[in-house]
C-alpha cells in the first residue's frame, strides 16, 4: 500500500481528528501492514505487547476465557477502530485475545513508535483518550445489561452499543454492516444463540430491525432509542 493511499486512511478516522498533514503524515510513516485471515489470532492473553493496531478493513473479536474456560467476547471492532495500546502503555502482557471474525488488514505501529507518537502529537493523545471515554461509557451499558433480567432488553442493548461504535447513518435509520454470526452476538450479549435467533426474528416482525443478508438496519433510530434505551 503507497503513503498516499494510508494518508488518505488515516485522514478519515476519529483517531487522527483534528490533525495537520504533517503529522498524519508522520503516522503514515510509522504504519506497517498486516493481513490475517477469518478465525485466525492476532494476539493471545499473556502475549508479550510489542504493536498497536488500527484496523483498515474487517472486524475483530477481543476475547477472554471465564473460569469454565468458555469464551467471553468483550468487544467487537471494525474499521477506523483501534487495539492493542494498554500494553504499550503499562508495559505489562496482554490481557485478552484478538481473534480475526473475518479477513482483516491493520496498520501497525511498533511500541517505541507508538510512544514517540504519542508524546509528540497531542491531537493523537487526545483522540486516544476520547476513545477510552467512549470505550468507559460502552463498558458501563454492557454491565447494566448483564444486570438485566430480560434477554429481550440485553440484545436491544447490544444493538444500541453496535450502533454507538461502528453504525452507518442511512437515511433516519442506523445500519450494521456485516454483522457477525449469532454464535459471537449471543456471547457478546450473554444469552444462549437459541434465544437470540427468536429475539431477532420478533424484532423483524414488528418491525424494529430489518435484515439484509448479514446487515442489520433499525430504521427509525430515534424512535428505536426513546422507546427502548431511554426508557431504562
Known amino acids: 500500500m503507497d503513503e498516499l493511499k494510508k494518508i488518505e ?7 487522527c481528528e483534528s490533525m495537520n498533514d504533517a503529522e498524519i503524515k508522520n503516522i503514515a510513516e510509522h504504519c506497517q501492514i498486516k493481513k490475517f485471515t477469518k478465525k485466525n489470532i492476532v494476539f493471545m492473553e499473556q502475549d508479550p505487547g510489542n504493536m498497536f493496531y488500527i484496523i483498515y478493513s474487517g472486524k475483530i473479536k477481543i476475547t ?5 474456560g468458555n ?9 477506523g477502530d483501534f487495539f492493542g495500546e494498554m500494553s504499550l502503555l503499562d508495559h505489562n502482557k496482554r490481557n485478552a485475545n484478538a ?9 501497525t505501529i511498533a511500541r517505541n513508535e507508538f510512544l514517540d507518537v504519542l508524546h ?12 477510552f471515554a467512549i470505550r468507559l461509557r460502552s463498558a458501563d451499558i454492557r454491565v447494566k445489561s448483564f444486570f438485566l433480567d430480560d434477554a429481550q432488553q440485553k440484545v436491544l442493548m447490544m ?32 444469552i444462549s444463540r437459541e434465544t437470540l435467533s427468536r429475539i431477532i426474528k420478533k424484532f423483524e416482525m414488528n418491525d424494529i430491525i430489518k435484515r439484509e443478508g448479514k446487515d442489520i438496519l433499525i430504521p427509525d433510530y430515534k424512535d ?9
Open 64 to 68: 477472554k476465557l471465564n473460569n469454565d
Open 159 to 190: 444493538l444500541y452499543d453496535l450502533c454507538e461504535k461502528m453504525g452507518v447513518q442511512k437515511g433516519n435509520g442506523m445500519l450494521l454492516e456485516e454483522m457477525p454470526n449469532q454464535t459471537d452476538l449471543a456471547n457478546l450479549t450473554g
Open 224 to 232: 428505536f432509542i426513546e422507546r427502548f434505551i431511554n426508557e431504562e
Open 99 to 107: 481473534i480475526a471474525l473475518e479477513d482483516i488488514e491493520f496498520f
Open 71 to 79: 469464551e467471553v467476547i468483550l468487544s467487537i471492532l471494525g474499521t
Open 120 to 131: 509528540n502529537n497531542t491531537a493523537f493523545t487526545f483522540n486516544l483518550l476520547k476513545t
Open 9 to 15: 486512511f488515516l485522514k478519515s478516522i476519529s483517531l
